[in-house]
């Protein structure tokens, strides 16, 4: 799999039951396609994956894969409680049609790089497809540093991506030194795109695309192209939307403003509550800013308006 572009860390949307609604997934898959998304990542973080169910997770990434239709290819996010049913995820989703793999730590337990290598090996050694290691110490309490990065990439041939979502943008020069480019290195952390391109990523698993993807994919290729000041313009314009994604109740907030444009419902599963009134005005003033001004974007606008 190539792990390069815009690569939605896709939200998963619920019915009033709080049930999937398979339908506008569908929809949604395709809408970040058209707008020019060179993959989804579903199952993830933003996907609430921890609250899905086994069989809940196989019928998304049906749901992904089919909706897409082969255009572009369809990644898996890799996490449970256990060893056991981390790997047996990564090998349905092979017979799902996904093409590649998110693998993450294991949820709630957090320990020595020795028992971490061994979950990641047996989930690995599951399954022939392409991966990429997602390491977030913010969200998961496990920072897989650049050394031990290096130490996995040497020994498996089917990873070949990291999502490297430390904050800290000096780890992708960090991991560049030790393995030069045999990983595409993406960025995890919706504010910290522009640099993160500057430091030699690759790839943008990104949030906030999941409400405005045309803009998404403008800042990421003027930032990779190398047109400076088209991206300065975009990234100022995108920043306070961008800085969403990098608190607690993010999945909320992405799935407020994917509601607020029309683009998606703000429903989300328990232990998540939905936003308190104070902080859906919070967030209806950032975005009527963006929108406001959305109409002076470089090379965007027609697009966007549309």
């Known amino acids: 799999m190539d792990w390069t572009g815009v690569i939605p860390a896709i939200t998963t949307p619920f019915d009033e039951q709080l049930k999937v609604d398979h339908a506008f997934l569908s929809r949604h898959c395709r809408w970040m396609v058209e707008q020019g998304c ?33 255009q572009v290819p369809v990644a898996a996010g890799i996490s449970a409680l256990g060893t056991a049913e981390a790997a047996e995820l990564a090998r349905q989703a092979e017979g799902c049609g996904c093409r590649g793999l998110m693998v993450l730590p ?22 022939e497809l392409s991966c990429m290691l997602y390491n977030n110490p913010v969200a998961y309490g496990t920072d897989f540093v650049p050394e031990q ?11 070949h991506a990291v999502k490297e979502s430390s904050t800290d943008v000096r780890r992708i020069t960090a991991i560049r030194a030790l393995i030069e480019d045999r990983l595409q290195i993406l960025v995890g952390v919706d504010d910290a795109i522009v640099e993160g ?14 409400a405005f993807p045309a803009e998404s994919v403008a800042l990421f290729e ?45 429903r989300v599963r328990p232990p998540r509550l939905e936003l308190r009134e104070s902080e859906v005005r919070q ?10 001004t959305r109409s002076s974007l470089p090379g965007i606008a027609a697009e966007a308006a549309s």
């Not at 957090?110 to 050694?125: F, G, P, T, Y």
């Not at 391109?197 to 999941?210: M, Q, T």
């Not at 190398?226 to 991206?231: F, I």
């Not at 967030?283 to 406001?292: K, T």
């Open 106 to 127: 294991p949820y709630v337990y957090k320990s020595d790089w020795r028992e971490m290598k061994a979950h990641l090996v047996a989930i690995l050694e599951a399954t």
């Open 197 to 210: 391109i500057d430091a030699g990523a690759v790839g943008w698993i990104a949030g906030l695309v999941n």
């Open 222 to 266: 003027a930032a990779r192209q190398g047109r400076r000041r088209e991206a300065f313009e975009i990234y100022r314009w995108f920043l306070p939307l961008l800085r969403l994604d990098t608190v607690s109740k993010f999945v909320q907030l992405i799935k407020l403003v994917q509601e607020e444009v029309g683009m998606g419902s703000a």
């Open 38 to 70: 060179s993959g989804i990542v579903a199952l993830g973080s933003l996907g609430e994956g921890a609250t899905l169910t086994f069989e809940e997770k196989l019928e998304i990434l049906r749901s992904c894969v089919q909706a897409v239709g082969g």
């Open 283 to 292: 967030v209806r003033d950032i975005l009527q800013q963006a929108l406001d």
């Open 149 to 159: 990065i290096a130490e996995l990439t040497l020994e498996f041939a089917n990873l």
